[in-house]
């Protein structure tokens, strides 16, 4: 796995270079169940065995016999592993092998913990259709069977209950918060996203929806900044949400400011000090300017270099 999810607490900014699309997933599939934050756990990169394995998202569900409504989450046992494709990454015959894999080792589990292959499922999640997997599953005997908007079930696919996620069939009314995590986003995708964000504003869920937020709206940067132009409210929204992280950054750009005046300050005081001294001992004691230099622990270089930091601050005032 190319990206990474999001480690509890971390914070992200938008000025990354690569959009790390699996560090929203875990948010927004927090923000998927948030009804059933007490009945779920989450495990971003979970490893597996001793290697270098990681899940993208493990959530295991607390009780057995609680029932998850949601569509996504109506699979789901006690072990479920979630497998997530950035909005440009192919999900392929590998790609289920490879989390059927990881499905296998999680069920042999660690020191005296074996799992039970009905109480771990797969869940493959991925912005399109895979429409050659699906061709695949047809040619092997699986069926694929389409039980809800944007949900397909992977029948007799081995031991595993497995389901294929194409987010962008599912309800956007419904599963905003997976199916914003694309950088196609529409006009009316975005105001709908800063609506049900702002609706969570001052919810337990706020800092998840300020993770999917730093994402998508760096992945759409161009739609949000022509919302920011065009819509008054929207823009009000969208910087109320996004208030936390603008108050970090000028936070960091005032605290980068102070550090260098002070700098500059502390240099200015300190080349007035040492050329005084040095011109004081040149003409009060009647030493050569090596020699004052010599007396005052400074090179010749020093000296000049001090001088210069002078003429410089008296240049930079005078231009004020």
Not at 4 to 21: N, S
Request: aromatic residues 10%.
């Amino acid at each position: 796995m190319s990206d990474k999810a999001m480690p509890t607490g971390k914070k992200y900014h938008l000025h990354d270079r690569k959009t790390q699309w699996h560090m929203a997933v875990t948010p927004a599939m927090k923000l998927e169940f948030m009804e059933y934050s007490q009945v779920l756990d989450y495990i971003p990169e979970r490893l597996l065995n001793t290697n270098a394995l990681q899940i993208d998202l493990l959530i295991i569900k607390k009780a057995k016999d609680i029932c998850i409504e949601n569509e996504i989450g109506r699979i789901f046992q006690r072990h479920n592993i979630i497998e997530y494709k950035s909005p440009h990454d192919k999900e392929g015959i590998n790609t289920y092998f490879k989390v059927h894999a990881y499905a296998s080792l999680y069920k042999i589990g660690e020191k005296n913990t074996v799992y039970e292959p009905e109480d771990i499922t797969i869940t493959m999640i991925r912005r399109g259709k895979p429409y050659k997997l699906f061709r695949w599953f047809a040619r092997q005997g699986y069926n694929v069977k389409d039980m809800y908007k944007g949900v397909y079930y992977i029948e007799n696919a081995g031991f595993f209950k497995t389901q294929v996620i194409v987010a962008r069939e599912l309800a956007e009314e419904s599963h905003v918060w997976l199916t914003s995590l694309t950088d196609a986003m529409n006009r009316q995708q975005a105001e709908n996203l800063i609506i049900k964000s702002r609706e969570l504003s001052d919810k337990p869920e706020a800092s998840y929806v300020d993770a999917v937020l730093q994402i998508v709206s760096k992945a759409n940067r161009t739609l949000f900044e022509e919302i920011k132009r065009e819509d008054r409210n929207m823009y009000s929204a969208l910087v109320e949400l996004m208030q936390p992280e603008i108050d970090e950054a000028v936070s960091k750009a005032v605290e980068k400011t102070w550090n260098e005046a002070v700098i500059e300050t502390t240099n200015n005081i300190t080349a007035q000090n040492k050329v005084e001294a040095i011109e004081n001992a040149i003409k009060k004691l009647n030493m050569t300017e090596e020699e004052a230099c010599a007396f005052m622990d400074t090179t010749k270089e020093q000296y000049d270099a001090y001088k210069q930091i002078i003429k410089n601050a008296d240049n930079k005032k005078r231009k004020a």
